[in-house]
């Protein structure tokens, strides 16, 4: 099974104590777990915004594609009609590479009330982004409830191999939650094939 990673800091493992902790490395080790042959590639580079990302090469041929693109569009306030478009155009690109790949699409790692600076909430950029999920068959995986747990982010100044800590990534605990979130999807995925 061929499973990509596309997103940015989050997806990379900021702020977690170790690459192996980082979301996308606890859902490859779970699903080998299982018995799954699983060849993993992960595409993130900190403070992408789905713009940029669109630049990006896509590997072909995959399984599975979890995406989580649309926290730094929120946090620098990027147009939601220009997210949307973005966004819609990168699902688009995924799908002509991977056409029969399963998508799972993740929401913002914010605070569902959070404001951007166009006075645009977080949640609404959590319905774009389901929207279009949706629209290319794809699976919806919210973080909102995640983010707000006590124990997901922080605790600020943690040393870690990314530098130290804040208060908005998840930490390690954050990281196997949003893991458990990926897995979850896949198998409602799964469900309703």
Aim: hydrophobic share 45%.
């Amino acid at each position: 099974m061929r499973i990509l990673f596309l997103g940015a800091s989050i997806t990379r493992g900021f702020f977690s104590t170790g690459a192996d902790l980082a979301y996308p490395a606890v859902v490859v080790e779970r699903l080998r777990a299982r018995g799954e042959a699983v060849q993993p590639t992960v595409i993130a580079q900190p403070g992408v915004e789905v713009a940029q990302a669109l630049t990006w090469a896509v590997p072909t041929a995959q399984n599975i594609v979890v995406v989580q693109l649309i926290t730094n569009d929120f946090r620098h306030s990027i147009p939601l009609s220009m997210y949307q478009s973005g966004y819609d155009a990168l699902l688009a690109k995924i799908q002509a590479a991977s056409p029969r790949a399963r998508i799972i699409c993740l929401g913002s790692w914010d605070a569902s009330q959070a404001i951007n600076g166009r006075g645009a909430t977080a949640a609404d950029y959590d319905a774009t982004t389901r929207s279009a999920c949706q629209r290319s068959a794809g699976v919806w995986v919210p973080l909102s409830q995640l983010y707000a747990q006590a124990g997901a982010r922080g605790p600020a100044g943690v040393a870690t191999p990314f530098g130290p800590a804040d208060e908005i990534h998840p930490d390690d605990g954050g990281q196997a939650k949003i893991a458990q979130a990926v897995l979850a999807g896949l198998e409602s995925q799964q469900a309703a094939d």
